[in-house]
């Protein structure tokens, strides 16, 4: 620094005096006898010539004192240095017009509370009638189907524990039953998210001939209608002369669901400040989890991009690379009702995940931990076990005329238990209590 302002010195001293010299002969030569000026005049009128060439010695002046400065002072009006990349997990960087700065991932805890909409708030009366409608089989075609069939509150962590779903009359379903457990913080439901509220998926399971198999929503509250104790409810929950309907059937279940959030969960309790929640393994899980992308997707409060929370894409393609799982899990259907060859699958929560499965769309998946290494795989492109990853990292977008490549990274079976370790403190106390009570 020293050494631009010496040679700022050695150009900027003559030049001022060079300046000053000229200014004082122009007017005092030239001008002032020009103008019949007296003494005085003629050096006001050389002061008023020479203000720039004064105004340029001051800004050298000052620059020659800051760089004369102890370091100290300097660094103490300096702006701070980036921070230097974490060891424990990858950074996003964003560029802002100046200069690169570190974006991190901000973890969130779980509200205490679930939003509603405006035109279905709720009521103590409303999510009794809900709760109760939740367990009726009546709302099934043969009465031996009820939502809580397919969605154990209790051992199943808000799921049932099968490959695919169960219906009446020994009926089995093509996919997986997702739990109802926080489902009330999603912006889309169903695996292909076909339906934007609770209260629209709440009519699915009850209309479709494969699950609870009634002919028509009129024949829903009809059946309701010849129980008198359901007469009495409504009119409590929605008021005295409004009749049974099957929008009113599923506000109810819906203002139930409402309820059925977990924000007890050790992870929640470690990011609301309890730093002892999490084990150092589920600590280094959870940097990987980070550290890998699974943040992409799983991201939230709800560990859901297809979330009321600030979900952006509330569905991915999946499996979005090829991988030696795709055909040991059967995980490409054929297909997808919006054309495409992969199904693009609504994003699920992954709080209570340690007790909600078989996993994935078709429940081909057991263990958790054969469900990580396939999200590793054939989601984020990672060699799984140090094995080879298989033909289909580069990526063409016809769209955007835009190729890219997936970064390889290595996921070690340390790897895997940690993040399973991680995803298992997502789990209620409160659900794993009541799983633990059921075996």
Not at 215 to 244: C, K, M, N, T
Not at 261 to 271: A, E, G, K, L, S
Not at 388 to 401: C, E, F, N, V, Y
């Amino acid at each position: 620094m020293h050494n631009g302002i010496d040679d700022l010195l050695g150009i900027g001293i003559p030049a001022i005096v060079l300046g000053l010299t000229a200014i004082i002969l122009m007017v005092q030569r030239e001008l002032g006898p020009f103008g019949k000026l007296s003494a005085g005049g003629k050096w006001l009128l050389t002061g008023a010539f020479g203000m720039g060439i004064l105004a340029f010695a001051l800004k050298v002046s000052v620059a020659v004192a800051v760089t004369r400065m102890p370091e100290r002072l300097i660094g103490a009006a300096a702006p701070p240095p980036l921070e230097a990349p974490s060891a424990l997990a990858e950074k996003v960087w964003a560029y802002d017009g100046a200069a690169r700065q570190p974006e991190k991932y901000v973890w969130q805890a779980l509200p205490l509370t679930a939003p509603e909409p405006p035109g279905n708030t709720s009521t103590p009366e409303k999510v009794a009638l809900g709760k109760r409608l939740f367990d009726e089989p009546a709302l099934s075609a043969d009465g031996t189907v009820s939502c809580a069939s397919c969605h154990d509150l209790g051992g199943k962590g808000g799921a049932d524990g099968q490959r695919t779903a169960r219906g009446i009359a020994g009926q089995i379903g093509g996919r997986n039953t997702p739990t109802v457990w926080n489902a009330a913080f999603q912006s889309v439901l169903f695996w292909d998210g076909r339906a934007a509220s609770l209260e629209e998926q709440a009519q699915g399971p009850i209309l479709n001939p494969q699950e609870m198999g009634m002919p028509s929503p009129a024949a829903a509250a009809d059946r309701l209608r010849h129980i008198p104790a359901y007469r009495e409810a409504f009119a409590r929950a929605f008021g005295a002369g409004q009749a049974i309907t099957m929008e009113r059937i599923a506000a109810a279940i819906a203002t139930y669901e409402r309820t059925l959030i977990t924000p007890d969960t050790p992870y929640d309790r470690f990011v609301r400040g309890d730093q002892q929640a999490l084990t150092a393994q589920q600590l280094r899980g959870m940097a990987r989890f980070e550290a890998l992308g699974c943040v992409t997707c799983h991201q939230g409060p709800n560990f859901s991009d297809a979330s009321l929370l600030g979900g952006r894409v509330p569905r991915r393609i999946f499996p979005a690379l090829p991988s030696t799982f795709e055909t040991r899990f059967d995980l490409s259907p054929n297909r997808h009702a919006d054309g495409l060859e992969r199904g693009a699958w609504r994003i699920p929560s992954l709080r209570n995940v340690a007790l909600t499965g078989p996993y994935f769309h078709n429940g081909s998946v057991e263990k958790l931990s054969d469900a990580v290494r396939i999200m590793a795989s054939a989601q984020l492109g990672a060699s799984v076990d140090g094995a080879t990853r298989p033909d289909g990292a580069l990526h063409w977008s016809a769209t955007g005329r835009v190729l890219s490549q997936v970064e390889r990274r290595n996921v070690s079976d340390r790897d895997v238990a940690d993040i399973v370790a991680f995803l298992e403190s997502l789990s209620s106390e409160r659900l794993v209590a009541r799983a633990y009570a059921m075996k």
